[in-house]
C-alpha cells in the first residue's frame, strides 16, 4: 500500500501489489459477438443534490424512472429525456434527478416500452455524494483496450464494499468503432456494478481514433459537456468533483506525442482557463486531498509515455496548485514518479525519410514532478491492473492489483 501525505510520499511497513501468475495462457480480447438492444441503467455525474441515470437502447420508446428515498412507501415518475445518437440505431436516455439529500440511499427502477411490450428493469440502489463522508475509495481502471477479459480478472479481486465508485481513465476503448463501443460499454456498467455505483470517464487518446469517436460524448454525462454534437476537441471532457476528503480533477490531454499541435493545443489551452478558474475558487480549501485524474501523465521517464504538450501549457497552474497524487495510465505498465524527481527526456532529431533517415542530434530537456505520479497497467492479462483509492481526512492511500490471486509482500 502507498500512502500519499501532505508533501511528501510515505512506504510504511509494507507495499503490496498483486502480480500476475508467472502463466496466464493467452491474452484474449474477450468481447462478445453480440450487440445488445439496451445497455444499462447506469450512473453519471454523482453530486450531493443529484445524479444522473443513462439508458441506451436501439428501441425502446416511453422510459421513465420511478425513484425514491430507500425504503420509501411513494415512489416519484420522471420521464428520460431521449437523445438520438447521430448516424446510428442507438438512442440515449438521460434522467437527472435532483433535490436529493447528499449522502442519502435511492432506490429506482427503469421502466420502457420495446416491441409493444412494457419492460422493467430490477430495482437498484444508489447512494448520493456527501460531502462530509469520513472515507471514500474509488477504483480505476485504464488501458483495458476493449480487453473485457482483462476487467473481469480485475474485478473479480474486488468485493462490492472495496470501492464507491469508478473511474476509466482512458483507452478503455481501442480506436471505437459503434457496435464494439456498445458491447464493451455494455461489460463496463455491468462488471463494474455502474447501475449502482457511478462510473466516471475520463477520455484517452485512443478514444480520439475511430469511426465513433465524436459520438462518444453522447454516452456520458459530466458536468461541463453540455454539447455532445462539437467536434472532439470541442467536447469539454474537463471536470472537477468534490468526493469527500477528496478534490478530483479530470483533465484531457488529446491525442499523444506531438500530434497536430493546431488541432489540440487551443483544446488544452480552453482547459487551462477552466482550471485557473477552479483553483481560484478552490483556493481557500485547505483541507481536502487533490487528486488529478488524467489518460497521459503530465511527468514520465519517456517522452512516449507522457503528454508534453499539456504539461507545458498546465505546468503553470497546476505547479503550484498542491495537487497531492495524479493518477494516470498510457504506459501499460505500473510506474511511480515520486515528487521532485529530477528527469532528463531525450528525443532523437531525424532527417530524411526511409533509406536516408538519420539521426542527425538530439534534444534534451528536463523535467521536475511537482507531485507524484501513479500509472496503471495494460490491456493483457498480464499487464491489467486497477488501482484502489482510499482517502480519509488524515490519509490518502493507493493499492494496486493485477489479475491474479497471488499476493506478494515487500519490504521498502
Not at 102 to 125: F, I, M
Not at 277 to 289: E, I, P, T, V
Amino acid at each position: 500500500m502507498i500512502r500519499f501525505v501532505r508533501g511528501r510520499m510515505l512506504f510504511p511497513g509494507w507495499i503490496w501489489v498483486l502480480m500476475a501468475s508467472a502463466v496466464m495462457g493467452q491474452d484474449q480480447k474477450a468481447v462478445p459477438p453480440i450487440v445488445p438492444q439496451t445497455v444499462g441503467p447506469y450512473l453519471q455525474n454523482p453530486s450531493p443534490e443529484a445524479m444522473t441515470l443513462c439508458f441506451a437502447a436501439q428501441k425502446a420508446e416511453k422510459v421513465i424512472v420511478r425513484w425514491a428515498a430507500k425504503g420509501a412507501q411513494s415512489m416519484t415518475t420522471t420521464s428520460a429525456v431521449a437523445t438520438t445518437i447521430p448516424g446510428t440505431p442507438w438512442t440515449i436516455w438521460k434522467t437527472r434527478l435532483t433535490g436529493l439529500k447528499p449522502g442519502t440511499a435511492y432506490q429506482y427502477e427503469l421502466n420502457y416500452e420495446q416491441d409493444s411490450r412494457n419492460q422493467k428493469e430490477p430495482v437498484h440502489v444508489f447512494k448520493t455524494v456527501n460531502p462530509k463522508a469520513a472515507s471514500i475509495t474509488m477504483a480505476a481502471y485504464n488501458d483495458l483496450h476493449s480487453n473485457v477479459q482483462t476487467l473481469k480478472l480485475l474485478t473479480k479481486q474486488l468485493t462490492p464494499e472495496d470501492y464507491d465508485f469508478s473511474a476509466l481513465l482512458g483507452d478503455c476503448w481501442s480506436d471505437p468503432s459503434m457496435n464494439e463501443v456498445f458491447i464493451v460499454l455494455d461489460q463496463y456498467v455491468r462488471l463494474l456494478n455502474a447501475s449502482e455505483k457511478p462510473m466516471i470517464f475520463v477520455r484517452g487518446n485512443h478514444e480520439f481514433r475511430g469511426s465513433f469517436k465524436q459520438q462518444m460524448a453522447y454516452l456520458f454525462d459530466l458536468p461541463n459537456l453540455d454539447n455532445p454534437g462539437a467536434q472532439p476537441n470541442e467536447q469539454k471532457y474537463q471536470f472537477d468533483m468534490q468526493i469527500g476528503p477528496v478534490w478530483f480533477i479530470a483533465m484531457d490531454c488529446g491525442e499523444d506525442g506531438d500530434r497536430d499541435p493546431p488541432y489540440f493545443n487551443p483544446y488544452r489551452e480552453m482547459q487551462m482557463n477552466w482550471l485557473k478558474g477552479r483553483l481560484a475558487d478552490k483556493a481557500k480549501d485547505q483541507k481536502s486531498w487533490r487528486v488529478l485524474l488524467s489518460h497521459l501523465p503530465l511527468y514520465q521517464n519517456d517522452f512516449n509515455c507522457y503528454s508534453e504538450a499539456s504539461r507545458k501549457i498546465w505546468e503553470p497552474a497546476l505547479a503550484n496548485a498542491g495537487i497531492d497524487l495524479q493518477m494516470s495510465g498510457h504506459s501499460h505498465s505500473f510506474g511511480l514518479i515520486p515528487k521532485g524527481k529530477d528527469i532528463t527526456i531525450s528525443l532523437p532529431i531525424w532527417s530524411g525519410d526511409g533509406k536516408d533517415r538519420q539521426q542527425t542530434g538530439t534534444n534534451t530537456w528536463q523535467i521536475i514532478p511537482p507531485f507524484p505520479v501513479m500509472t496503471g497497467g495494460g490491456p493483457s492479462a498480464r499487464e491489467g491492473t486497477v488501482m484502489l483509492l482510499h482517502a480519509t481526512a488524515a490519509d490518502l492511500k493507493v493499492r494496486m492489483l493485477n489479475t491474479a490471486s497471488i499476493r506478494l509482500d515487500q519490504k521498502e
